[in-house]
C-alpha cells in the first residue's frame, strides 16, 4: 500500500465516537436479545381450592411472535368466618360448594379484561406504559361481571406479566410474588392486604365505615386475626365477595420493574408458603437450582416449617440471558467464625430491613408502583 492510499484512507475515517455513546449503544443492544423465561410448578392440596394460570405463548399483536409475553398467576379463595344459628363456630369455605367459582371465573376471564383494556395499535413502549392501569381495570371488570353472576364466592390474585425484561405484578389479598436477582437481594413485588398486618388499609375500611376486629367468643375473649365486619374476612381486598360489603374493593396494587440483562428469578405462591417462610427463606431454599425443582423445594421447605395446613401452590419463573441455560448462582458470602458472633445478629436485621428495597441501580430499575384502593386516584 502506498503512503499516499494510507494517507487517502486515514482521512475517510469517521471521527472517533464518545466512549459514553459506545456504552449507551452496548447496553441497548443487550437489551434488545429478549430473555428466556423459564418455570416450575408444585403444590400440595389440603382442599384442592389453589388455582394458577401459566400462559407463555400470549401475543401483544396476533401472529407476530416478535410480540410475544408470558403471564403467570395464582388464585385463591379465601375464608369468611360464619356462625350458625347455634352460635357454634363454622369454618367455611365461602357457601361450601360455590367456594371455588370466583377463582375459576377470574383464571378465565381475568387476562382477557386486562388485555381489552389497551388499544392495539400502539407500540409496545406504551403498551408497558398503559398496563398498570389496565391491569386496575382488568380486575374491577372480572369483579363486576363476578358478581352479575349472583354468586358469593371471593378470590385473592397475584398476576404477573412478563415482557422481555419488564415485569407487571398485580395482587390483591396475601398471595405474593417476591423478586431474587443476581445481587442477591430479595425485593416484595406485592403488598399483603391483610388487615391484621396492613395498617393503611385498616383506617380505610374504618373510615369507609366498616368494622374492623376479632371474633368474640363466649366469655368476651377475642380470638383470631383482625377481621372486616360484617363477613368476618381477613383481607381487604379480593375479586368477588359480594356478602361482605363494599369495603372489601377488587382494585388491585400494581407494581413494574425491568430487570438487567442478568435477570432474575420470582417466586409467586399462595399463603399456605408465606404463611410458613419468609420472602428470604424461600429464596435461600432454591438459589442456583432449575425452577422446576426449584418450585418443589419451595414447597417442600414449607411443608418441613409448617406441615400441611392449607393449599399450598408456588410458581418459580427465571427470567434467564438468552446466552445462559440457567440463572447462575448467587456466590456466597464468606464469614470467619469470629465476624458471625460479633455480627451476626446485625446481619440478619440488615437482612430482613432489605426485603422491601429493590436491588441496586442498575440491577432492577422501579418504572411504576400504585397502591391507593381509590379508582379516583388511578
Known sequence: ?????????????????????????????????????????????????????????????????????????????????????????????????????????????????????????????????????????????????????????????????????????????????????????????????????????RQRVTASGGEVGRLNVFGGNEVGPLRCWPGGLCLSRSIGDTDVGEFIVPIPHVKQVKLSNAGGRLIIASDGIWDALSSDMAANSCRGLPAELAAKLVVKEALRSRGLKDDTTCLVVDIIPSDLPVLPPIPRKKHNMLTSILFGKKSENSSNKSTNKLSAVGVVEELFEEGSAMLAER
Not at 472517533?16 to 430473555?35: C, F, H, M, Q, S
Not at 344459628?85 to 360448594?97: C, R, V
Not at 381495570?137 to 385473592?156: A, M, P, W
Not at 415482557?163 to 399483603?192: E, K, Y
Open 1 to 201: 500500500m502506498s503512503k499516499g492510499e494510507l494517507s487517502s484512507r486515514t482521512r475517510m475515517k469517521a471521527p472517533p465516537v464518545a466512549l459514553a455513546t459506545l456504552i449507551g449503544r452496548e447496553l441497548r443492544n443487550d437489551k434488545v436479545e429478549k430473555p428466556f423465561v423459564k418455570y416450575g410448578q408444585a403444590g400440595l392440596a389440603k382442599k384442592g381450592e389453589d388455582y394458577y394460570l401459566i400462559k407463555t405463548d400470549c401475543q401483544r399483536i396476533p401472529g407476530d411472535q416478535s410480540t410475544a409475553f408470558s403471564v403467570f398467576a395464582v388464585l385463591f379463595p379465601k375464608l369468611i368466618l360464619m356462625l350458625n344459628w347455634y352460635g357454634i363456630l363454622d369454618w367455611q369455605i365461602f357457601d361450601g360448594h360455590n367456594g371455588i367459582s370466583a377463582a375459576i371465573f377470574a383464571k378465565e376471564n381475568l387476562l382477557n379484561n386486562v388485555l381489552s383494556a389497551i388499544p392495539q395499535d400502539i407500540s409496545r413502549d406504551s403498551w408497558l406504559q398503559a398496563l398498570p392501569r389496565a391491569l386496575v381495570v382488568g380486575f374491577v371488570k372480572t369483579d363486576i361481571e363476578f358478581q352479575q353472576k349472583g354468586e358469593t364466592s371471593g378470590t385473592t390474585a397475584t398476576f404477573v406479566l412478563i415482557d422481555g425484561w419488564t415485569v407487571t405484578v398485580a395482587s390483591v389479598g396475601d398471595s405474593r410474588c417476591i423478586l431474587d436477582t443476581q445481587g442477591g437481594v430479595v425485593s416484595l413485588l406485592t403488598v399483603d392486604h391483610r388487615l391484621e398486618e396492613n395498617e393503611e388499609e
